[in-house]
């Protein structure tokens, strides 16, 4: 039997995420209103626990670089109608995602 966590509705949640559909990136900045302990069990995107995903550190640096690069790279805008979301056992986009990545040089 599989059983999974609702990751999205917990981003939901007002009290963890005061306006959740807006991109605020620095709910996960150091020093913010947030305290560490509730940040850290806010989500189980990694799930939780003695089996808790073993490569999270290898994926987040993989992340970190893939998403600096292209940001490094590229300009990236995006100029259709709004995407919503959809549970497909991950959440994916409900339409094609028409990105469209702009050289900066
Ligand atoms: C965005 C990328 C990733 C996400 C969101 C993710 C998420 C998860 C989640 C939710 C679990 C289940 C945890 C649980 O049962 O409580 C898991 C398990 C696991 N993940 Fe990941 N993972 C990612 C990338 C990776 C990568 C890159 C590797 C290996 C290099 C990896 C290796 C594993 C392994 C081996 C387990 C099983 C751990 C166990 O059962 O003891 N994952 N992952």
Same mark, same amino acid.
């Given at each position: /039997?599989?059983?999974? &966590?609702?990751?999205? &509705? $917990?981003? !939901?949640?007002? =009290?963890?995420?005061?306006?959740?559909?807006?991109?605020?990136? +620095?709910?996960? /900045? =150091?020093? /913010?209103? $947030?305290? !560490?302990?509730? @940040?850290? $069990?806010?989500?189980?995107?990694?799930? %939780?626990?003695?089996? $808790?995903?073993?490569?999270?550190?290898?994926? +987040?640096?993989? *992340? %970190?670089? *893939? *998403? #600096? @690069?292209?940001? !490094?790279?590229?300009?990236? +805008?995006?100029?259709?109608?709004?995407? &919503?979301?959809? *549970?497909? #056992?991950?959440? /994916?986009?409900? !339409?094609?995602?028409?990105?469209?990545?702009?050289?900066?040089?």
């Amino acid at each position: /039997t599989h059983v999974q &966590g609702h990751v999205y &509705g $917990m981003f !939901q949640d007002e =009290k963890y995420f005061p306006e959740p559909e807006k991109f605020k990136p +620095e709910r996960w /900045t =150091k020093g /913010t209103a $947030m305290k !560490q302990e509730v @940040k850290a $069990m806010s989500n189980l995107v990694w799930g %939780h626990g003695a089996r $808790m995903c073993i490569g999270r550190r290898f994926a +987040e640096q993989e *992340l %970190h670089i *893939l *998403l #600096t @690069k292209i940001v !490094q790279n590229f300009r990236l +805008e995006y100029n259709h109608s709004p995407v &919503g979301a959809v *549970l497909n #056992t991950v959440m /994916t986009p409900d !339409q094609p995602l028409r990105i469209s990545f702009i050289p900066r040089n």
